[in-house]
């Protein structure tokens, strides 16, 4: 049952991937470099809900707190998420997105990544010799942002209604990076000037200047007096 | 079992969403593998994971923020702060 469950979320998570663009991986490097508001509007919004359903859903005691685990924050969270970063912003895809390139365009660099983080689980054992040093250097604990456990060390009060309002702060950061590159509304083409209604009563040489929803309105502009002026001086010239 | 069901799935499901603009767009050039790519990617997944290994993140990433999890949220803010700077240098390598 559980191997069904796992098979049809990441069908769905696959799916969802696709059209969040996260198979792209320009579009993901855009993202992370607030080079492209839209995909980062997505994934602000799509975090946001997800924090407040799951703030939600762990209030209604449907996600069972138990199993709500805080990893130990110290010089190894800090450490790694650098160089996640940097890995992450140069190349444009991670581990979770692996999957979705794999089933996009370029087979062949989702094979890579693939392969990629097949290979540095393998070297994980080896390499956890080497990490107890490169963590040590900070200090800390595991914590959780609100008291959403029964024995977990938390650092504000509030509960699962602050996690709930965390995640609408990030829905209102997605809002707002939105708004921030909008482009300004584009103004309304002009109608169409109307037809004068009665173009016989236009002269040749007047100047029709016609407002929508108005009735046009005739400009006399004088050239035809200036006209016979000047036949008038060339006659007695 | 079920991580690696999980994954497999998720290829997968990339593939049935994308297969409707495929056919639409089936005359039109494609967007190939290059090698360069290939390597990235490689190095990148590594890189990566070795990464999330040290910050005790490996599958944790996504649960600690939606669960609320302080090291998730650093872990989160740090690599996005990382990131937009490498991303930055990327495209700007890129586009000269």
């Known amino acids: 049952m559980e191997v069904i469950l796992a098979g049809g979320a990441g069908l769905a998570l696959g799916m969802v991937m696709q059209r969040l663009h996260l198979h792209r991986r320009e579009d993901v490097r855009c993202a992370v470099g607030l080079l492209a508001p839209q995909v980062l509007r997505k994934l602000l919004l799509a975090l946001g809900v997800g924090v407040m359903f799951t703030a939600l859903l762990m209030w209604l005691a449907v996600i069972d707190i138990d199993t709500v685990a805080a990893p130990v924050l110290d010089g190894g969270t800090l450490l790694g998420g650098v160089v996640f970063g940097a890995a992450l912003g140069w190349s444009g895809m991670g581990p979770g997105t692996s999957g979705a390139v794999l089933g996009a365009d370029r087979f062949f660099e989702g094979a890579c990544a693939v392969a990629g983080c097949a290979a540095g689980a393998l070297a994980l054992p080896y390499a956890e010799k080497a990490f107890p040093a490169l963590r040590g250097w900070l200090e800390g604990g595991g914590y959780t942002l609100f008291r959403v456990t029964l024995d977990e060390p938390f650092l504000f009060a509030g509960g699962f209604l602050g996690q709930g309002c965390v995640g609408l702060l990030i829905v209102i950061a997605g809002l707002c990076v939105r708004r921030a590159h909008e482009e300004p509304p584009q103004e309304a083409p002009a109608a169409a000037p109307a037809a004068a209604a009665e173009p016989e009563d236009v002269q040749e040489d007047a100047f029709v200047a016609i407002l929508p929803g108005e009735e046009p309105v005739v400009v006399d502009t004088g050239e035809e007096e200036v006209e016979e002026e000047d036949k008038e001086d060339n006659e007695n010239g | ?96």
Request: proline share 2%; aromatic share 8%; charged share 20%.
């Open chain 2, 1 to 96: 079992m079920i991580q690696l069901v999980l994954y497999a799935m998720t290829a997968v499901g990339a593939f049935l969403a994308a297969l409707p603009e495929r056919i639409r767009r089936r005359k039109e050039p494609r967007l190939r593998s290059t090698w360069q790519g290939c390597l990235v990617c490689f190095g990148a997944g590594v890189i990566m994971v070795l990464a999330a290994g040290l910050a005790r993140m490996n599958g944790q990433l996504l649960l600690g923020l939606l669960q609320g999890s302080a090291s998730a949220y650093v872990f989160a803010a740090v690599a996005w702060l990382a990131g937009l700077v490498a991303a930055r240098i990327k495209e700007r390598r890129r586009r000269t």
